[in-house]
């Protein structure tokens, strides 16, 4: 990936500007399936990283009624434009969401998105690779020999955005499904694509949850 790339902030969301005191005593929660930050279903429900921001920052919420929202990206971004007292922890700041959306300060930070690939493909991205060994995702995404898979309306940051954005990328798979990288691995898996974007504990988590597929390769 670009070594420019910065250590991106994750940010509190809260939609609308109501006065606490004529505030209704209900709030909303979007969460998205993306393990391991946020988990759905199975065993691990509710324990991701973001699932126990969320749980830590509902406490200091005592008045309210708390419920949550699952859905994917663009479903968050939906409803925060339509209603207030509507709260997420898994959306990145950026100027267009900055029109609807009221954020808090960063309250941590995870390292950059890289390129998650399998192990058997992973050699042909060294071709793609720059003087400081870091992959380009320019070189890869203008190559049609490799489909990119990504996530309907999810923000990946920075020049990531700008490369899928500017029309760069030759062979763009975009998937709208609830879960933002089960999905896509599965695809993967099936040959469909040839790599997709996440952080390194996404790979990590794919790579326990599927230990009996080919494996998963975080390459930057």
């Keep these: ?27 909303r929660w979007l969460a998205a399936d993306i393990s391991p930050s946020m988990i759905q279903q199975g065993p691990h429900a ?5 699932d126990l921001a969320m749980a830590d920052m509902r406490k200091l919420l005592p008045g309210y009624k708390h419920s949550t929202l699952w859905g994917n990206v663009k479903r968050q971004e939906e409803e925060m434009q339509n209603g207030s ?12 969401r900055e029109a609807f959306i009221t954020y808090s300060h960063p309250y941590f930070r995870i390292l950059p998105i890289g390129i998650i690939t399998l192990q058997s493909l992973a ?18 995404a203008n190559d049609s020999n490799h489909p990119l898979g990504i996530a309907f309306a999810r923000v990946y940051g920075g020049n990531i955005d700008k490369v899928i954005n500017s029309g760069a990328a030759k062979r763009l798979v975009v998937r709208s499904g609830g879960d933002i990288s089960e999905g896509l691995y599965d695809m993967l898996q099936q040959g469909r694509i040839d790599y997709l974007l996440g952080y390194a504990v996404e790979e990590s988590s794919l790579f ?9 390769y975080f390459c930057r």
């Design 85 to 96: 007292h509507t709260c997420t922890v898994a959306l990145l700041r950026t100027p267009r």
């Design 208 to 216: 326990h949850s599927h230990p009996k597929q080919n494996p998963p």
């Design 46 to 50: 509710g324990t991701g990283f973001l």
């Design 123 to 140: 050699p042909g991205f060294n071709a793609y690779r720059n003087q400081d060994g870091l992959v380009s995702l320019k070189k890869a």
């Design 1 to 27: 990936m670009p070594s420019n790339l910065r250590l991106c902030g994750l940010t509190l969301l809260v939609a609308g500007a109501a006065n606490a005191a004529d505030a209704p005593n209900e709030m």
